[in-house]
């Protein structure tokens, strides 16, 4: 490896207040002519305001979990299959210093077309290698992807200060040596530093992802189908309640019209009743009087009987 540069340890702005925050195109410019942030295969014309546009490298994954070699002459693309995930590296080879971060996604053009892009939140500082990452092809249709096409964006930011105004050899001597991670210990405080450089697809799982997302593909479906047949289901046994109810209600319906019906009745023959036992009355009166009339006719004619000579 050669010779690290000062600026990988050492902020050449650390004195300046204002340093802190994203990184404009100016700032990642002069660290790139130091072989820092982009370290190989920069593209002047992919420089944004405050980023840099990645392009696809030569080491990729296809749907079918083949790995495979892009170029500029025998293979130039390679196609993501639909519903499927591919895995890609960058074309640039990133040597980031120990007090900047940096943040990728993929650009919106891709977005618009179906794609997604599965990345951590951000690239820790000190990291140096190649990025990969996976692509998800969320459509119902195949996508090219083509060698040294245009298709993330990076942006670089500054973090808090590194091994404070400690010097370059006085950071090198106080590195200690790691599994990982190298530390730096100064001034009571502890930095950790990436020792390792990634090369393409260095974090490749060891399973088959194609036949996970086929297998997810399928249970969707499945569930799709469940939740269909649930609702024709329940669509069914709504209608089945709705007419049951329906027919209760006219059950009901016709037994209150009989309750009324008798209640009617029940009230006319109680009318009726009522108008016998008056009519009864009525009898029984003229009854008596005429019994009284008869007495007092019985009466009188006695009377007259006695009264003749």
Known sequence: MAEEHEWKYVDPKRNDPSRKGMLLSNEIETFQKNKLLIADEYEPKNLRPAAYTLRIGPKFVDSKGRVGQLDDKKKTHFK???????????????????????????????????????????????????????????????????????????????????????????????????????TVELEGQKYMLFKKEYPPLKLLPDYDVVSSLFELSQEVRTWRNIGIGFAVSFFALTLTL??????????????????NDLNASFRDDHKDMQSSQEQIKNLKERLADTEKEIQALQANASTSKKGKP
Do not use: H
């Open 80 to 182: 993501m299959e639909p519903n499927s995930i591919v895995y890609v590296s960058t074309l640039e080879r990133l040597d980031l210093p120990y007090y900047v971060a940096a943040r990728f996604n993929l650009r919106v053009k891709w977005v618009y077309k179906g794609i997604l892009l599965g990345t951590g939140p951000q690239v820790e500082p000190g990291y140096r290698g190649y990025l990969s990452c996976p692509l998800y092809n969320l459509t119902d249709r195949p996508i090219k992807i083509e060698y040294r096409q245009d298709f993330a964006t990076i942006d670089f930011e500054r973090t808090t200060d590194f091994c404070g105004k400690a010097s370059l050899e006085q950071i090198r001597e106080g590195k200690v040596s790691g599994d990982e991670f190298d």
């Open 242 to 259: 709705l007419s049951f109810g329906a027919n209760a209600y006219r059950q009901v319906s016709d037994l209150a019209k009989q309750v």
